[in-house]
């Protein structure tokens, strides 16, 4: 008999799925957290109009199987033991006998995802909010146009006959894609708590429904949007189904997770990570001293807590969203790695950029990142800015402003202090995501906030806590926790340079008065 969290032979694999934006990514994972294959295939995506955007989970689910079969080519796959999947927080409709519906007035039932980003419900959020209703203290005060209640409200409103009375089932992408594996249409703790609000303790709230004009949901038991609710990396059914099993190409029966979302997993897959020997403050203190920070397309910042800590403007405090028996705080930044791309791309110079960059076989921000060095003489490069302040947000401020008209690296810094004032104590940044991969960037995360920074020795985080979720449901650790600490390696540690902290304090204080200012201008226009 096997004792949870002995080592098994070294050759038992998890398989970690990652449904992003733009791409469905696969990794195979070993016991001790390192990837031994990797594949991803691209996703489409819609935009039929401003602000709606669109994709299909028929598309995703063959994407999710052409990845699987690549990191499984040549292994034993009786070493495989566990599944997990991670995923946006799209929003998938199915008809009664689960086939697809249009989320479109073009009535395209290909297309039934509406995408984390699509904003198409500002009119439906800002009703929701003015009801003041008491789940919305657990987003922060304010509820986001991301989530799934103003979206569900938008079909309802607007596509009643083709899409919202024939709806059986509405599923957040990271449950879409357990229920396809399994057959089993439980939800996850974190997709439920985190985009419907849900309550861990006390399930559904029927008077947000039925103040928001959703009290259809609440029928059978809110049967259409989940009524059977697991922690993440629970053990779903009797694992993955023979028919599923053949479309992924993995032996049927093995464990497949309760999900997450993509930026959670990536706060799963480094928050945990063994940091001794590192000379970090953390080492000796619980891990509610850590803050995970995702930069992807946007950035979320994820702190936990033992005790639940509201914070005026941060999404939660959600339990046992990320890591079981922990309370969750999520900050974040919209569109992070889309604005830099933005603004790089827009450039008028971008093409001859692009040139030089080819030519010396970099990508152009490793080119940018090169030259910044050699423009920037004697002092660190942050010290170009000395003269010029940018608002940075131009998809509104998510965190900890929650604020979509404001339009605009110090908001890291922004959202810790405001996690600080409410009682959060953090001492050390863990980074991951793509923009984790440029130096410079994580140079200047540790500078501004001051606080080391802790980098993953697999760049590829999120497929890790993918990966640790399945390991989780096959029963090879006691604990998501156990998962955690053995699977997650620290790879570098980047200190901040103490000589730029009165300089960076200096830029904060700007960068604070143009929040104020932006606060006033809207003021004045929207005076008499």
């Known amino acids: 008999m096997e004792v949870p969290g002995g080592d098994r032979e070294p050759g038992s694999y998890y398989v970690g799925v990652d449904v992003g934006t733009g791409s469905v990514r696969a990794a195979l994972v070993d016991q001790r957290g390192t990837l031994v294959a990797f594949a991803d295939q691209p996703i489409n995506q819609w935009e039929p109009q401003f602000n709606h955007h669109e994709q299909s989970s028929e598309d995703i689910w063959a994407a999710c199987c052409v990845v699987t079969k690549k990191v499984v080519q040549g292994i034993n796959l009786n070493r495989i033991r566990g599944l997990g999947f991670d995923a946006t927080c799209s929003l998938v409709v199915l008809d009664k006998e689960f086939r697809p519906l249009p989320v479109n007035h073009e009535g395209d039932p290909h297309r039934n995802i509406i995408m984390w980003l699509d904003h198409r419900a500002i009119s439906q959020v800002h009703r ?55 057959g089993v249409p439980a939800r996850s703790l974190c997709s439920l708590v985190c985009k419907w609000t849900y309550s861990a303790e006390k399930g559904w709230d029927d008077s947000f429904w039925k103040v928001i004009g959703l009290e259809d949901l609440i029928a059978n038991n809110y049967n259409k949007i989940g009524n059977k609710v697991l922690p993440p990396g629970a053990s779903l059914g009797s694992g993955l189904t023979p028919e599923a099993a053949k479309d992924l190409g993995l032996p049927a029966g093995i464990a497949v997770a309760a999900s997450l979302i993509d930026a959670h997993a990536g706060g799963l897959g480094v928050i945990g990570a063994d940091v001794r020997g590192h000379g970090l403050a953390c080492e000796g203190q619980p891990v509610t001293s850590r803050l995970a920070v995702i930069c992807g397309t946007s950035s979320c910042h994820m702190g936990i807590s033992k005790n639940p800590i509201f914070v005026p403007g941060v999404w939660g405090p959600y339990f046992s969203a990320m890591v079981p028996g922990f309370w969750l705080n999520e900050g974040g930044q919209s569109v992070t790695g889309k604005l830099i791309d933005h603004m790089v791309q827009g450039h008028a110079v971008f093409p001859e950029l692009q ?18 060095d050699l423009i920037k003489k004697t002092q660190p490069v942050g010290f170009l800015t000395v003269d010029l302040h940018v608002w940075p947000d131009f998809h509104g401020n998510r965190s ?117 200012h932006q606060k006033e201008y809207a003021a004045i226009m929207k005076g008499d």
């Open 355 to 372: 040139a030089k960059a080819t030519a010396r076989c970099q990508s152009v921000y490793a080119y940018l990142n090169s030259h910044l």
């Open 400 to 516: 900890p402003l929650a604020d979509l008209t404001l339009k605009g690296m110090f908001g890291t810094r922004l959202i810790i202090e405001a996690m600080e004032t409410a009682g959060h104590s953090i001492s050390t940044l863990f980074l991951c995501g793509g923009l984790s991969k440029n130096p410079l960037f994580v140079q200047m995360h540790a500078d501004i906030t001051g606080m080391p920074v802790v980098l993953s020795q697999e760049v590829e985080s999120v497929l890790v806590g993918a990966a640790i979720l399945g390991a989780c449901a096959s029963g090879d650790f006691a604990s998501v926790q156990e998962a955690m600490a053995r699977m997650s390696k620290v790879g570098k540690v980047v200190f901040p340079r103490c000589e730029d902290k009165r300089y960076y304090d200096k830029k904060y204080q700007v960068f604070l008065k143009l929040v104020e």
């Open 128 to 182: 929701i909010n003015e009801t003041k209703h008491s789940v919305l203290q657990y987003v922060g005060g304010v509820m986001s146009v991301e989530m799934q209640a103003p979206k569900l409200l938008w079909l309802k409103e607007n596509l009643r006959e083709t899409c919202w009375d024939k709806a059986g089932h509405f599923f957040d992408l990271p449950d879409f894609l357990s229920w396809k594996a399994t």
